[in-house]
C-alpha cells in the first residue's frame, strides 16, 4: 500500500515537472527570438502559421495568394540577400544604415517577405511586421515534419517522431511474441529440469546486458545484412530497430510468459493429459489459454520496454524524423530524439520545451502501458480466486 | 484373463522408493479400492495405472502392469490411446475453466471428433450417466465453475466417460465432498461398475466397504494383503491390516 502510493506520488511528480517544462512551448511562437519577418505595407496577408512560413522559405509555397494574399509571386528575401539589392557603401562599414536600407527594401517591393535580426529593424520601419501563430496543439500533434532547427520558423510536428516510435515498437513485439511464446512454451513446458536450469539464468543475464551493447550487435551484425538482403542504400531502417528491441524484448516475453504458464495447476495439465490429450493438445488447449493474462502482460511489458528504449535505437534506425512508409525506411522514435537533441538546446528554449513535451507524450504512453499490464494482472488475480 | 495385472512391481521417485513388489490382478466389471495410510502409495499405483507418473522427472519403474494383457510400459505403447482407455478422477474436482458442455467435450474434440451432433449426443449421454443432466442441462453454456463441488466432481467423471474408457481410476473422489455428494458418487461408482472396471483410492474404510468388491491394503509401499472386501474387513489374514481398520493407526 505504502509503496504504491510512494509510486503514484513519484510518478505525479515526474508529470508535473515535464509538464511545467513542456507546458510553456505552446506559449511560444516558433520563430526564433530577435528575429521578425517583414512585408511589404500593402500585402494584405497579416499572418502566417509556422508550417507556411516554412514553406515559403523552402519554396514549396511561391505565390501570394496561396495564403490569402494576391496572385504575385513572392519574393524571399534573408539578411544575406541586402549585397544583391545594396553596395557596402550604401549599407556603410559598421552596417550603420542597414537599418534603412531594409526599410526602403521591404517598401519598394511589394512582393517581398524578409527575415532579419530585430536590431535591425528601423526606428521608422516603412512595412508591416507579420505576425507568426504560436505553436498550437494541431502543430504539435499533427505537424508532420520535426525540424527543430529550421529557418525561419521551427517545424514542431512530433506525429512522425510518435508514428516512428510505435512502428518499431509494433514490429519489435510482432517479431519477439511468436518467438518469446515459443521459447517459454520450450520453457515451461519440454525441456526438463536440467535444460530448464541453465536456460533461465541465460535468459535472464539477456536482460541485463546495457542496451548500448545491443546497439553495438545491431549496428555490425542486423543493419549490414538487412542492407543487403533488401539491396537498400542503408541498411539503418525501422526493421533494424524492430529487430534489435524484439531481441531485447525477449527476456521479458519469455521470463513472464514462461511463470505464468508454469503456474497453470497441475490439476488442468493432468485433466487433460488423462483425457488422452498429446502434450501439443494440452499446450494450446490449456495451459497457453490459462496463462494468456500473464503472456499479455508479458507482451505488453515487453512493449513498454521497447517504447522507452533509447541508446540502442538510436544506434540502428537511422533517425530521418520523416513519416514512415515502410519498415525499410529509417525512422526516429522520440527517445532517440530527447536523447540526441537536448544536449544541443538551450535552456528554456523553444526547441527544449518541445523535448520536453516529447517527454510527456512518452511518458503517457508507457503509462498507458502499465495501467493496462496492471488491469490484465489483476483480472488474472481475479480469475484464479 | 485379467482387466489388470501387475506383476512384481518396484517403482522409484529418484533414489527413493515407493512401492515394494507389488502383485494384483484386477478381474473386468469390478470396483478394486485401495486403502492404507497417507504416504503409503495408493496415488503412486494407481497412477501406473494411466502412465500419469511419466510427468514426473526422474521416476523408475521395474515390473511389468499389464492392461488387457499387453504390457503397458513395454515399446511400442502410444501413452495417448492409453489413456483414452483408461479415464481418471482426481482428489479435488478439476474441471476446466470452460462451459459445463466443452468441458465433457473436451476429450472428444481432442480426439479429433468434429461432428457437431454426435458430440452433442456423446456429452449428453455421459451427463446423464453421471445424474447431472436435470441439474445442468439449462445452463451447458456456463462456466463449470459455476457448479457446487459435488457437482464438478460428477461432471469430471462424465468428462471421463464421454470418451468411452473401459478402466476409470479414481483418486479418492470424495475426499473434498459433503456427505450428500459423497453418497451419490458412491452410488454412481456402484451402478458404473456394469460397464466399466474401476480402482479407487479411499482414504476413507467404510466407503471401501460400501463400493468395492476387492480391497488392497498398502503400508510403506508394500502390498499386505489383498482380498474380497469383505473377508478383509471381517476376518484379514495380516495383523497389519487389522490393526489398520480397527483404527489403531494411520
Ligand atoms: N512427485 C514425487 N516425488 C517424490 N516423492 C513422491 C512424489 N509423489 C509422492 N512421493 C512420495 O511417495 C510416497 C507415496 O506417495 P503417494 O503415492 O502419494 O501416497 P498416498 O497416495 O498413499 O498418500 C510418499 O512417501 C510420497 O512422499
Ligand atoms: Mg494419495
Not at chain 1, 501563430?133 to 500533434?141: E, I, T
Not at chain 1, 503509462?367 to 488474472?380: G, H, M, P, Y
Not at chain 2, 480402482?199 to 467404510?206: G, K, L
Not at chain 2, 509401499?221 to 489403531?248: A, C, H, M, S, W
Amino acid at each position: 500500500m505504502l509503496s504504491s502510493s510512494i509510486t503514484s506520488l513519484t510518478v505525479l511528480l515526474i508529470v508535473v515537472f515535464l509538464f511545467k517544462e513542456g507546458i510553456g512551448l505552446f506559449n511560444q511562437k516558433p520563430v526564433e527570438p530577435g528575429y521578425v519577418i517583414a512585408i511589404n505595407k500593402n500585402n494584405k496577408v497579416k499572418e502566417l502559421s509556422s508550417v507556411q512560413l516554412k514553406n515559403i522559405y523552402d519554396q514549396k509555397i511561391t505565390h501570394w495568394s496561396e495564403v490569402g494574399g494576391t496572385h504575385d509571386s513572392i519574393v524571399l528575401f534573408q539578411l544575406e540577400d541586402i549585397s544583391n539589392y545594396y553596395s557596402d557603401e550604401q549599407i556603410g562599414d559598421n552596417m550603420q544604415n542597414l537599418g534603412t536600407c531594409l526599410s526602403r527594401l521591404v517598401d519598394s517591393l511589394p512582393n517581398i517577405i524578409a527575415f532579419f535580426p530585430d536590431k535591425y529593424l528601423d526606428k521608422k520601419f516603412q512595412g508591416t511586421l507579420l505576425e507568426v501563430d504560436k505553436v498550437s496543439l494541431a502543430d504539435f500533434f499533427a505537424g508532420k515534419e520535426w525540424i527543430p532547427s529550421a529557418k525561419p520558423s521551427a517545424q514542431l510536428g512530433v506525429l512522425p517522431l510518435i508514428l516512428g516510435t510505435l512502428w518499431v515498437s509494433l514490429g519489435a513485439i510482432l517479431l519477439a511474441l511468436p518467438l518469446g511464446l515459443a521459447a517459454a512454451v520450450y520453457m515451461s513446458e519440454i525441456a526438463n529440469e536440467r535444460v530448464r536450469r541453465i536456460m533461465k539464468p541465460l535468459i535472464e543475464l539477456l536482460a541485463g546486458i546495457p542496451s548500448v551493447v545491443y546497439g553495438f550487435f545491431g549496428l555490425v551484425i542486423i543493419v549490414p545484412l538487412i542492407q543487403k538482403t533488401f539491396d537498400l542504400p542503408v541498411g539503418e531502417t525501422g526493421l533494424a530497430g524492430s529487430i534489435v528491441l524484439g531481441i531485447m524484448a525477449l527476456p521479458t516475453i519469455i521470463t513472464i510468459s514462461e511463470d505464468a504458464m508454469r503456474n497453470t495447476p497441475r490439476a488442468m495439465k493432468e485433466a487433460s493429459l488423462a483425457l488422452g490429450a498429446s502434450r501439443w493438445q494440452t499446450i494450446y488447449k490449456v495451459i497457453i489459454p490459462y496463462s494468456i493474462s500473464g503472456i499479455s502482460a508479458g507482451a505488453i511489458l515487453g512493449i513498454g520496454r521497447a517504447i522507452g528504449e533509447t541508446m540502442a535505437v538510436l544506434m540502428v534506425t537511422g533517425n530521418a524524423a520523416v513519416i514512415p512508409h515502410t519498415i525499410l525506411a529509417p525512422v526516429r522514435t522520440i527517445p532517440a530524439t530527447i536523447a540526441a537533441e537536448l544536449g544541443e538546446t538551450s535552456n528554456g528554449g523553444l526547441h527544449y520545451k518541445a523535448l520536453f513535451a516529447l517527454g510527456c507524450i512518452l511518458f503517457l504512453i508507457t503509462l498507458f502501458i502499465n495501467l493496462t499490464v496492471e488491469f490484465i494482472s489483476n483480472r488474472q488475480k481475479h480469475n484464479k480466486n | 484373463m485379467y482387466k489388470i495385472e501387475s506383476k512384481n512391481v518396484d517403482f522409484y521417485y529418484g533414489p527413493s522408493q515407493a512401492l515394494k513388489n507389488i502383485n494384483i490382478a484386477i478381474r473386468s466389471n469390478t470396483v478394486t479400492a485401495l486403502i492404507g495410510p497417507s504416504g503409503c502409495g495408493k496415488s503412486t499405483y494407481l497412477r501406473l495405472f494411466n502412465r500419469m507418473n511419466d510427468l514426473i522427472d526422474d521416476i523408475k519403474i521395474i515390473g511389468q502392469v499389464m492392461i488387457d494383457g499387453e504390457d503397458i510400459y513395454g515399446k511400442g505403447i502410444n501413452v495417448d490411446s492409453l489413456r483414452k482407455n483408461v479415464g481418471m478422477v482426481f482428489q479435488k474436482p478439476n474441471p476446466f475453466p470452460k462451459t459445463i458442455f466443452e468441458n465433457v467435450a473436451y476429450g472428444l474434440r481432442v480426439n479429433g471428433i468434429k461432428d457437431k451432433k454426435f458430440i452433442e449426443e456423446r456429452v449428453e449421454t455421459s451427463i446423464k450417466q453421471v445424474v447431472l443432466w436435470d441439474e445442468v442441462k439449462d445452463k451447458l453454456k456456463k462456466s463449470a465453475f459455476e457448479l457446487s463441488g459435488g457437482q464438478q466432481q460428477r461432471l469430471c467423471i462424465a468428462r471421463a466417460l464421454a470418451i468411452q474408457p473401459s478402466v476409470i481410476l479414481m483418486d479418492e473422489p470424495t475426499s473434498a465432498l459433503d456427505p450428500i455428494s459423497t453418497a451419490k458418487v458412491e452410488e454412481l461408482i456402484y451402478e458404473l461398475k456394469a460397464k466399466y472396471t474401476i480402482v479407487i483410492v479411499t482414504h476413507n474404510m467404510q466407503q471401501a466397504g460400501r463400493v468395492s468388491d476387492r480391497t488392497a491394503f498398502f503400508y510403506l509401499g508394500e502390498l499386505v494383503e489383498y482380498d474380497e472386501t469383505k473377508k478383509l474387513f471381517t476376518n484379514p489374514k495380516q495383523e497389519r491390516t487389522q490393526n489398520y481398520i480397527t483404527g489403531r493407526f494411520g
